[in-house]
């Protein structure tokens, strides 16, 4: 089974910063990487899917990157909204199934 | 608008099974793109993928659950439904259900709903 671990466990930055939080899988190959936002009391909601395309509504301040077995989501300018909880997940074809990271909290300073 | 609407029982005795319906308003559950399917969240083990279903009835499920796991489609009433056997406290969490591009992410979430294990 694939691993997915992410760092940091919590960045703490300001409004205007930018902001780049990692995902690495392992063992192996990871596919399909998507990254969520999750803000309390909500459910998580995508916002990149394949690594690096945007999902519907996504901001533009929000970009992802990588192959293989290393993946970042990066947030050129954080916004007040953009502090929460963000997943990184993939899938995997055998055995067929989907995992998630345990996580990045990403908080004001 | 796409929306998906958890429903059950919030109070579940351990040993005992849990039956989770999702009901699915603003889109077809009989699409040829899409699985639908199911997540939970709990404090001590985050995210978990526990399964997912096209409508034909073909499934995938998460291989340390898949001996308690069961999931169905009735399309007539587009709904999909969950049954997770032998609940124990470690399966208290939100479970939310969720729609799957392909099974490879989870474009849409319900809101989610808590289900707690104890007697």
């Known amino acids: 089974e694939i691993v997915l671990t992410q760092s940091p466990a919590t960045l703490s930055l300001s409004p205007g910063e930018r902001a780049t939080l990692s995902c690495r899988a392992s063992p192996g190959f990871s596919f399909f990487l998507a990254w969520y936002q999750q803000k309390p009391g909500q459910a998580p909601s995508l916002l990149i899917y394949?690594?690096?395309k945007r999902a519907t509504g996504t901001p533009a301040r929000f970009s992802g990157s990588g192959s293989g077995t290393d993946f970042t989501l990066t947030i050129s300018s954080l916004e007040p909204e953009d502090f929460a909880v963000y997943y990184c997940?993939?899938?995997?074809?055998?055995?067929?199934?989907?995992?998630f990271g345990q996580g990045t909290r990403l908080e004001i300073k | 608008q796409l929306q998906l609407q958890e429903s059950g029982p919030g109070l579940v005795q351990p040993s005992e099974t849990l039956s989770l319906t999702c009901t699915v308003s603003g889109a077809s559950i009989s699409s040829s793109v899409y699985y639908w399917g199911w997540v939970r969240q709990s404090p001590g083990k985050g995210l978990e993928w526990i399964g997912c279903i096209y409508y034909s009835g073909n499934t995938y499920y998460n291989p340390s659950l898949k001996s308690r796991v069961s999931i169905s489609v009735d399309t007539s009433k587009n709904q999909f439904s969950l049954n997770l056997s032998s609940m124990t406290a470690a399966d208290t969490a939100v479970y939310y259900c969720?729609?799957?591009?392909?099974?490879?992410?989870?474009?849409?979430w319900g809101q989610g709903t808590q289900v707690t294990v104890s007697s």
């Open positions: 997940q993939q899938r995997s074809d055998w055995p067929p199934s989907i995992t």
């Open positions: 969720v729609r799957q591009p392909k099974t490879n992410n989870m474009d849409s």
């Open positions: 394949d690594a690096s």
